[in-house]
């Protein structure tokens, strides 16, 4: 089968917009935590970029993607170090036909999936934000990682190949994606409720910050918040549409329901805020963005327009709602990652069930509302349920053999000085300003909120 050199130029610009979410997240993340904190939360996803683009080289793709070595939980080393894959053709995912029609490089498809296996574990990092050791934090990234990421990747991502006849499987692949039949197009079990459990996990690990919650610290950066949020949405669109693998109509509506679906999510945030505080604001609009991006990512390819914006308004909505249950169950949750992307990706994979029609050629089965019955829901709950308890449990152990090792948390007086000077000497700001003319310099601070901040 020959190269279609469209469809490899749509993998390759998707690949390197899903890229881009990684320092889109970093600014995001970056701007709501406190001035004295910015450098090591931009580091923390920085270092995945690093850490998991080793590690996917050397084992995390063949450890997806390879052929399955056993009842469909992870793939074997074949493809150890990307042995076999220059110079081969990959036919992707097949069609609701059952067919590959087009094919691309090998490696457009590895550089692909190794931007979903960057940014999952950047997404932790937001839960455990001022008080995690950077380096404790780069061993949680090469554990998880290789322990849970990979072999969910491999569930969800990992479909069965078909030989030349159509029909005979050649290479088995994961359980939920083929045994299972759950639909997720882009990551909401993979990613987001992944990510999401083990954020939860992690936060429950570390503790709660010092003065939390009595002392609630407010984002220090607005504008950098909306910047990351804006990059984020930019960044989706490869995210999602890119994960038809081809440039078609498959793709084309999911590109739709990603651009609709965040939109809604942004007025449902911001509705709820209004009715219950009296005021829109900027990182709520922010937040609501992320939250529509987020559930709609498994249901993208298979729900049309009016679905899309169904998916995000309930989204905003409910995700809205969900970031103060971290006070109610006293988890210090730093950035909402379990409120924005567990609670996010949970409802976008369960609205699935209910909303996915045949009609726009990425399945073939219905959800409840679109007179499909129960069947794909039923489905759509185990997977997630699945995954959320695999992530929790397997990132709570890791998390505390790691803290009872090397530790995972800064001292006290660590914290209360600033991750960003005792774990990487640095500051995010020069806290003064250079004045005088023609005699000495000195400096002058900031306002007391500025620096105390």
Known sequence: MGINSGDTAWVLASSALVLLMTPGLAFF???????????????????????????????????????????????????????????????????SAGNYPHAIPVLAFVMFQLMFAIITPALISGAIADRAKFWAWGLFV??????????????????????????????HGGWIANKLGAYDFAGGTAVHINAGSA??????????????????????????VLLGA?????GWFGFNAGSSLKADAIAANA???????????VLGWLLVEQVRDGKPTTVGAASGAVAGLVAITPACAFVN??????????????????????????????????????????????????????????GTRDGLLMGGGFDQLRR???????????????????GKLIAVTIGFRVSDEDEGAGVDTTEHAE???????????????????????????
């Open 380 to 398: 759509q709950a185990i997977a997630a349920g699945a995954v959320m308890a695999y992530s929790f449990v397997i990132a709570f152990v890791i």
């Open 427 to 453: 500051s995010g700001y020069e806290l003064g300003a250079v004045t005088g003319v023609g005699s000495a310099y000195r400096p002058v601070p900031l306002s007391n909120e500025a620096v105390d901040a």
């Open 230 to 234: 804006s990059l984020l949405w930019f």
């Open 305 to 362: 327009g009016l679905g899309g914006i169904v998916v995000g308004i309930v989204a905003g909505v409910l995700c809205a709602l969900a970031v103060g249950l971290k006070y109610r169950f006293g988890f210090d949750d730093s950035l909402d990652v379990v409120g924005v992307h567990l609670v996010g990706g949970l409802v976008g994979t369960l609205l699935v069930g209910f909303l996915a029609t045949s009609t726009t050629g990425a």
């Open 29 to 95: 993340y970056g701007g709501m935590v406190r001035v004295k904190s910015v450098l090591n939360m931009l580091m923390m996803n920085f270092i995945c970029l690093a850490i998991v683009g080793v590690l996917w080289v050397l084992y995390g793709y063949s450890l997806t993607f390879a052929p399955d070595a056993k009842g469909g939980l992870i793939g074997d080393l074949s493809n150890i170090g990307l042995k076999s894959t220059i110079d081969q053709v990959s036919t992707g995912y097949p069609d």
């Open 142 to 171: 090469v554990l998880w990682a290789t322990l849970v990421y990979f072999p969910v990747a491999h569930w969800v991502f990992a479909f069965d190949a078909v030989g030349p006849d159509g029909t005979t499987i050649v290479a």
């Open 199 to 224: 954020a939860l996990a992690l936060a429950l690990v570390l503790g709660r910050r010092k003065g939390w919650p009595k002392e609630r610290s407010r984002p220090h950066n607005v504008p950098f």
């Open 255 to 265: 590109f739709t329901t990603t651009m609709v679906a965040t939109a809604a999510g």
